[in-house]
């Protein structure tokens, strides 16, 4: 009877032990999920991180252009008072137009291709040639002896319609500050006084995202250097 009871007692001892190894068994495997589902939630944020700091960087580089353009607008910019859209008054009583600028070294006139031609072309239409009346009236007036420099910029759209007449946008700005310069030297300034320059689409004004920015950059710049 005695051996019965300590049997038991031996068999209710090891089934406590199979169930106690059980229950650390599970709690392992419980440890081990919680350690996997963390290792994927770092996996995941590390991938964000990631993600974040690429586009991060890829924002420090548009400021960094946006930047530049500022600082290269910035140094084109005249010194001193500027036309604002209003007439200026330069030394002397002089005035000049709502086109103009003035800067350190004498003033600048920019005149949007759109006013000076057709589109797409070189040849000026009246309107054109009006404007260009009053320009060289003005320069006559306060800068006599200066020395005229016109440049032709243009927007950044591929030449298509008229492609049979232009290489491309350079060629296309270099024929319009050529007429420009002849109608300046026919207007009664001096040819050996003036320069003449193609930019083609270097130098926006504005993006070359919009209609109005596409203006501003069709344009004719006619620099004096009193």
């Not at 960087?57 to 500027?82: C, F, H, N, V």
């Not at 006139?109 to 009346?133: Q, Y």
């Not at 290489?167 to 002849?182: C, E, G, K, P, W």
Request: glycine share 8%; aromatic share 4%.
């Amino acid at each position: 009877m005695m051996r019965y009871t300590i049997l038991s007692a031996m068999l209710a001892v090891l089934g406590l032990a199979t169930v106690g190894c059980q229950d650390h068994q599970k709690e392992l495997a419980a440890l081990q999920q919680q350690y996997n589902d963390l290792q994927a939630k770092n996996k995941d944020l590390e991938r964000g991180l990631n993600q974040s700091q690429a586009q991060l960087e890829g924002k420090d580089l548009e400021l960094g252009a946006a930047r530049k353009q500022i600082t290269d607008l910035q140094s084109r910019k005249p010194a001193g008072a500027t036309s604002g859209g209003k007439t200026v008054i330069v030394a002397g009583g002089g005035e000049l137009g709502p086109e103009w600028e003035k800067t350190a070294t004498g003033a600048t006139a920019t005149v949007a291709s759109d006013i000076l031609f057709p589109p797409g072309k070189a040849d000026l239409h009246k309107n054109g040639e009006a404007k260009l009346k009053e320009i060289v009236a003005t320069i006559r007036k306060n800068y006599p002896s200066g020395v005229v420099k016109v440049y032709g910029y243009t927007d950044s759209d591929p030449v298509v319609k008229t492609a049979k007449l232009w290489q491309d946008n350079l060629d296309l700005s270099a024929n319009r500050a050529m007429a420009v310069t002849r109608e300046l030297t026919k207007l009664g300034l001096k040819a050996d006084m003036i320069e003449t320059v193609a930019m083609g689409t270097n130098r926006p004004l504005a993006p070359n995202t919009s209609a109005a920015g596409k203006a501003k950059n069709r344009r004719v710049e006619i620099v004096v250097l009193k």
